[in-house]
């Protein structure tokens, strides 16, 4: 069909169009449906169904969705974005989704429908307990990293994939979002509870140690392709069962430092942990996320030191005490990202529904305040924690010392 020749951006009409003329996936008898599913900015989304078998497909719009920024989008990440997902498919075919179809030309794939699984954060916000959480976070972290990075990678490969990896547009949305916006709002699209203006003035606007300590992050952040990143690892970016996650929304993917993406999900266990504590007060379940952050450390570092021993393909890395600095570095940047994304998530534009969902205005500002507080001792001291074994008893101890009822 000539229709499907040039791009252009579907509707459903043309989503259903598209699947009967491009896929043999639906009998031509099936009573075929599609129904737009996306909630995020920077892309649509489609499951398309006969009631009984459904497959997902995603399409890249030019701007965003609200378009408020003004900002215009590669429409090529989406064949990015899938031969990332092919990739961890590849390395770890339990923990991502199977790509079905790749078009480059409507720049868009279509994926297996995930509707047995449920959205991480939903899932943690309802109090539910997965064991396997631990395992599979740090299996994905370290392999899909490492097995990108020098000295695993051939280094001819590795640079050629840097290059074709390099996504300009989503990399300039992190390095405003992530590093700049909290500290500056330059954007003039920061929100949070009004009681902290003075607090957020003083201690992020015209905290200039601080300020400088997120320059340093996002130079790192600029300037480190160490290996092939996910980019947006949060909560909401997961899937989960009973025995599986699945690992999704890679489209800020790119060639950077290993610390971002655990400092990413480190952080947005950390707002599952400070909601339970705060709103359900259901200190078990707060326990079972305290557990699981710090075995996700304890076995981050374990299988990485493991990866390098017995994969490493260079004879000169598989040396104790280089593995040991090279770690101890993965671990400073992650914690630096870790507090970066505590507070743009509970600062910026782009909020989490752990801050979102509270509709007490004071028990809100409060739940604000205390992040904040965590995500600046993160970044001012992320190199004393990378050397710590108990992160979440320094959490608690940030948590314990926040006086709610002078804030300043």
Avoid: W
């Amino acid at each position: 069909m000539l229709k499907f020749k040039e791009y252009f951006l579907m509707q459903e009409k043309d989503v259903l169009l598209y699947v009967r003329d491009k896929l043999q996936y639906f009998s031509q008898d099936d009573n075929v449906i599609c129904k737009e599913i996306g909630d995020g900015n920077i892309n649509y989304v489609y499951r398309i169904s006969n009631g009984k078998d459904s497959i997902i497909l995603k399409q890249a719009g030019v701007h965003t969705r609200s378009n408020s920024s003004g900002r215009v989008l590669d429409i090529n990440r989406n064949a990015r974005e899938a031969e990332t997902l092919s990739y961890y498919g590849n390395i770890l075919p339990d923990l991502a989704p199977k790509i079905i179809h790749i078009d480059r030309v409507m720049n868009l794939f279509i994926m297996e429908d995930l509707k047995d699984f449920t959205v991480l954060r939903d899932a943690l916000m309802k109090g539910q307990i997965y064991n396997h959480l631990q395992e599979q976070l740090t299996d994905f972290l370290v392999e899909s990293t490492l097995s990108t990075a020098d000295f695993f990678a051939d280094p001819f490969d590795k640079k050629e994939a840097v290059a074709k990896y390099t996504n300009k547009e989503l990399c300039k949305i992190s390095e405003e979002l992530v590093f700049r916006e909290p500290f500056f709002n330059v954007l003039k699209e920061n929100v949070f509870s009004e009681k902290l203006n003075n607090f957020v003035d003083k201690n992020l606007y015209n905290n200039k140690q601080l300020q400088a300590e997120a320059a340093k992050l996002k130079y790192e952040f600029m300037n480190n392709p160490q290996a092939l990143i996910h980019g947006d690892l949060h909560t909401g970016s997961i899937f989960v069962n009973e025995s599986f996650i699945k690992v999704m929304d890679c489209e800020f993917a790119f060639y950077g430092p290993i610390g971002y993406d655990l400092g990413t999900i480190i952080a947005n266990f950390i707002f599952s942990y400070v909601y339970h504590l705060n709103v359900t007060k259901d200190k078990n379940y707060a326990s079972f996320i305290f557990v699981v952050i710090d075995d996700i450390l304890k076995l981050f570092k374990n299988k990485f030191i493991s990866k390098f021993l017995h994969d490493s393909n260079d004879i000169s890395s598989k040396n104790d005490e280089f593995i040991e600095f090279y770690l101890l570095e993965v671990l400073k940047t992650a914690f630096g990202i870790c507090g970066l994304e505590i507070i743009r998530r509970t600062t910026g534009c782009a909020r989490v529904k752990e801050i979102e969902s509270v509709t007490d205005d004071e028990l809100r500002k409060n739940i604000e305040y205390i992040l904040i507080h965590i995500g600046i001792e993160c970044i001012t001291y992320r190199d004393r924690f990378a050397e710590e074994d108990k992160f979440m008893k320094i959490v608690d101890n940030i948590i314990e010392g926040v006086d709610l009822e002078n804030i300043d």
